[in-house]
Structures are given as structure tokens and as C-alpha cells.
């Protein structure tokens, strides 16, 4: 719900406003996507003309302030494209984003990203690498208080004044994800935020990820490839990939022919990825991991990937 802290600009002063430092985190706005494709110049041969190959094909979607909506896919078809466009790291080749109601145009201070890796600073603390991420502008005071407030919620109250080699994978991420939440954003943009951690801690991270989100309940755009986290974490999934047909070069204008020829391998892409299933995950979280529900949102988001989900268990002896 938009509050005091939701104006484009006014971020840093609203958190000055608040009384006691204490720091409103109930900032969630709502993303459009309309029609937004993305093509990027390949690369030019010498003396060749330069051609565009689509890596997005018109995606239209809106995403409701304070929803997590999962963004799943397979490599290369986008995700990260797509997530940059709507924070504005990048800019789409046709179509439109909106933040709250007014255009994205240039690096916008109403998200904050996470990567899969934390990209702390080495030299400085927790502590200072969370503060890194306050709104310019905000006061000693007020900052020491948010940040120390962000460690409690990460639980790295203990380790502020550890410097990065010090703590452990997890750790830093959960530093990283203290640092974007800094900002008290609007939107949460996360790129396969787990991906590299090790399989028990991602599943500590999503916990607590989901216990972020109902403390300080922004809009999330989480990019993953991995379909259980998905299901635990999302309201909404949505599949990104290639429409079938889109792999022939039937119907394309002469500059998609060249870009065809120039790039037999991903010909796949003549259209881009576009938004092929979206799906409302049910049931409040912390969801059942087991549940015969998800299992079946399962399968068919495996399958969207292209991988056959196995239905039943193979008999004793396999
Ligand atoms: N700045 C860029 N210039 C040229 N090609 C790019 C650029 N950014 C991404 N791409 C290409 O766009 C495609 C999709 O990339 P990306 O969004 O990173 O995919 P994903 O995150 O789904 O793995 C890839 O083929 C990638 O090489
Ligand atoms: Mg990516």
C-alpha cells in the first residue's frame, strides 16, 4: 500500500520523517509490463551490417504491490533481461514499464537488486556494506538504527562488524539482502538470489525471505530456475520461453532471415521468449513442500521447461 515513504523522490526524506528512526517498510508498488520486448544488436562482422536478434517478445503482465511473483525459464531465455528492464538497468526496445504508475525510465530508486552473488565490499564491515545501501541523504543516526534493525532481521546482529571472508556464504547473502533492503524499496528485484548457496541453506534463505516479506511486505520479482523454490516462495509464477512455432523462419522480415542466418544456433529466438504459462500458486506460506497440489504445479512447469517429470516411482529393483 502506497504510503508516506512512496513518492519517486521522496524516499530518503520520508525515512528522515519517521519519528524514533524507526523506518517504515511497508512500501509496495505495483510493476506493469506492457508489451515489452527486448532485441540486442549481434555481434558485427566486419564491414556486415549489424542485426538485431529478440531476446523478449511482448510481455504484458502486472504485478500487485506487495505480490511475489516468481519469473522461472531456462537459461538464456530472458529472466535476467527482463528483471533489469524493470528496474531500469536497462531499457526495452518496444513497450513500456510503470513503477506505481509512472514510467521507468533510467535506473530507478524505487528497486533494489539482489545477485546470486552477495558483491559485498571486502575492506568494509557487515555493518558498513549494509549501510551502502541507505537512500543518500539519510542521517548517522537514523542509519545506524535502520541497519542494526536489517542484521536483527537477517540475524546477523552478532556479525556486524565482520568483514565479508569472515562469515559464511549464506551469510553474505543475507548481508546482500539486508543492504537491498536499505532502501526500503518498492520493488525487490532478485536474480536467482540462491543460486549458488548450498541446498540446506537455500532452504534456510527462503525461509527467510518469506519472514522478510511479511516484516517489511514489498513487491518481489524473484528470477530462479529452480521450480520448487518457486512454488514455496511465489503468489504467482510466471513461464518464460519460446511459443511453439516461433522457431521458424516462415513469416519473418528479411532482417529476422539475416539474423537467422547470422545465428543458426539460438534460431529458437526468431521471436524471443514471451510469457507462456502463469500460474497462481495456492495455499498460504510457509506451503507444504510435499503437498499433492504443488506436485502437480510441478509437473507442468517442468514440463513448460521441457523436462519430463516422472509420475511415478520406479519399482524395486531400479
Ligand atoms: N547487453 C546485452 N547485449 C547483447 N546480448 C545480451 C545482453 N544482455 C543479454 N543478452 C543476451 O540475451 C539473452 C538472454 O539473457 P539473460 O536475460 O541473461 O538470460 P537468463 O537470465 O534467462 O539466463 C542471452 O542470449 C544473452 O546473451
Ligand atoms: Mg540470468
Aim: include cysteine; charged fraction near 20%.
Amino acid at each position: 500500500m502506497p504510503n508516506a515513504t512512496t513518492t519517486r523522490t521522496g524516499a530518503a526524506t520520508s525515512l528522515e520523517a519517521l519519528p524514533g528512526g524507526h523506518v517504515s517498510t511497508n512500501c509496495a508498488f505495483a510493476v506493469e509490463f506492457v508489451g515489452v520486448g527486448r532485441a540486442f544488436a549481434s555481434e558485427k562482422k566486419r564491414g556486415a551490417r549489424g542485426v538485431m536478434y529478440p531476446v523478449l517478445r511482448d510481455v504484458s503482465l502486472t504485478v500487485r504491490p506487495g505480490e511475489v511473483l516468481a519469473i522461472l525459464g531456462t537459461s538464456g531465455c530472458g529472466k535476467s533481461t527482463l528483471l533489469r528492464i524493470a528496474g531500469g538497468l536497462d531499457s526495452p526496445s518496444v513497450g513500456s514499464v510503470r513503477i506505481d504508475g509512472s514510467p521507468v525510465a533510467g535506473i530507478d530508486a524505487r528497486c533494489a537488486v539482489g545477485f546470486q552473488e552477495p558483491r559485498l565490499l571486502p575492506w568494509r564491515t557487515v555493518a558498513a556494506n549494509v549501510t551502502l545501501g541507505l537512500p543518500a541523504g539519510t542521517s548517522r543516526a537514523v542509519g545506524r538504527n535502520r541497519v542494526a534493525e536489517l542484521l536483527e532481521l537477517v540475524g546477523l546482529s552478532g556479525f556486524a562488524e565482520h568483514r565479508p571472508r569472515e562469515i559464511s556464504g549464506g551469510m553474505a547473502q543475507r548481508a546482500s539482502l539486508a543492504r537491498a533492503l536499505a532502501r526500503n524499496p518498492g520493488v525487490l528485484l532478485l536474480d536467482e538470489p540462491f543460486g549458488a548457496l548450498d541446498a540446506l541453506t537455500k532452504l534456510k534463505m527462503q525461509d527467510l525471505l518469506l519472514d522478510v516479506h511479511v516484516a517489511a511486505p514489498t513487491t518481489i520479482l524473484l528470477v530462479t530456475h529452480d521450480v520448487d523454490e518457486a512454488l514455496q516462495l511465489a503468489d504467482r509464477i510466471i513461464l518464460l520461453g519460446y511459443e511453439d512455432g516461433t522457431d521458424k523462419e516462415e513469416g519473418t522480415d528479411v532482417a529476422d532471415r539475416t539474423a537467422v542466418a547470422d545465428r543458426t544456433a539460438v534460431a529458437d529466438r526468431v521471436y524471443g521468449a514471451t510469457v507462456l504459462q502463469e500460474l497462481t500458486v495456492p495455499g498460504a506460506r510457509p506451503r507444504d513442500r510435499g503437498s499433492a497440489e504443488l506436485a502437480e504445479l510441478r509437473g507442468r512447469l517442468l514440463a513448460g521447461l521441457g523436462i519430463a517429470a516422472k509420475s511415478t516411482i520406479p519399482a524395486f529393483p531400479y
